[in-house]
């Protein structure tokens, strides 16, 4: 049997799988770079991977007027994103669970009533009309 070649696939030297964005420098440290939407590239460097990690974990708070398109750009980060008034962007969030199976919706509604409402389930965040007082988590 022969084992297929995952393409865009890399690993450090301890044969952790590194996320978009990381890369392990010749030194054996690690750094990590992105763009922000205004085009201007940023770094952070750390020791270890997992030191680089938590200075990569980012919360993403967007007030709910986004597209599908960006969205998807920013499930892409690898951050945490919480789409607060989703009732502004029912469509694009519909689509980027479509777009994304493996990632992770938790959806909430009037939290911190009695009528609140929590789910992760896809098909049934896809069936839902997002009234104002409703948020999501994205990971």
Known sequence: ????????????SNRTRLKTGETQ????????????????RHSIYAPTLEKLREQEEQIIVIPGMLTAEELSKKIKTGNVIVIMKLSQCVEAVH??????????????????????????????????????FSLMIIQ
């Open 95 to 132: 689509t980027c669970i479509r777009l994304h199976p493996e990632t992770n919706f938790h959806y909430f509604e009037n939290v911190g009533t009695g009528e609140e409402f929590y789910t992760s389930d896809r098909k049934q965040i896809q069936r839902k009309i997002f009234p104002y």
């Open 1 to 12: 049997m022969t084992k297929k070649k995952q393409v865009g696939v890399r690993f450090d």
């Open 25 to 40: 420098r010749p030194n054996g440290t690690y750094a990590y770079r992105w763009s922000t939407p205004d085009g201007k």
